[in-house]
């Protein structure tokens, strides 16, 4: 039991990241799991000719089933609900216009157990400054506010939108955010419209 399940637990999945996953696809991994662990040991011990008390194996089962829902299922459940009370959030830099800063803002709004709090947020436009969002942090400015406000502060992830057809602005851009080392992530305009 210990060689098969030292071999099919690291391949289940059930240890990435799910912040942003359904915690119905986490329980179809843990169940999925559990039932080839369940198939691998009989299957093992009726090659090898050994034989199964039916008793342990069936409390060691349930127990494994029980252990594996609350520690993948009930324990993100709880991290989720922790996230809501704005405990285990993500700091977010965004770059964008208004229109998809307003969308995704929304949409984070909307779905608080992400544990995502948009704290800054820079426009291509200039205009923008002088939009207010209530929800929102102001607008603090263009690219060279950005990269000022970079070099003294730090955010958990920054995320970018709108690009544009500028490639030479748009190179500039990441290479500004790769040395940061933060992690980016890019969230297409009609990607944005989808929220």
């Known amino acids: 039991i210990l060689i098969i399940t030292s071999l099919l637990l690291p391949r289940s999945g059930i240890y990435k990241s799910f912040r942003s996953s359904s915690l119905f696809d986490l329980t179809k991994r843990v169940l999925t799991f559990w039932s080839i662990l369940n198939f691998s040991v009989i299957t093992m011990a009726f090659v090898s000719n050994i034989s199964i008390d039916r ?3 069936g409390l060691w089962s349930i127990s494994s089933l029980l252990i594996l829902v609350f520690h993948h299922v009930v324990i993100r459940k709880l991290i989720r609900f922790l996230r809501v009370k704005g405990i285990n959030t993500r700091n977010i830099l965004y770059w964008g216009n208004y229109e998809t800063v307003q969308l995704f803002a929304n949409d984070i709004y909307k779905n608080k157990w992400l544990g995502m709090n948009l704290t800054v947020w820079f426009s291509p436009n200039e205009d923008d400054l002088n939009k207010k969002i209530s929800f929102l942090p102001n607008c603090l400015g263009g690219f060279y506010e950005m990269e000022k406000w970079l070099k003294r502060n730090k955010v958990d992830l920054i995320i970018f939108s709108n690009l544009g057809e500028n490639k030479i602005f748009t190179r500039k851009l990441l290479a500004l955010f790769g040395d940061t080392s933060i992690p980016i992530a890019y969230a ?8």
Do not use: C, S
């Open 55 to 57: 008793e342990p194996f």
């Open 188 to 195: 297409p305009e009609w990607g944005n419209k989808t929220m």
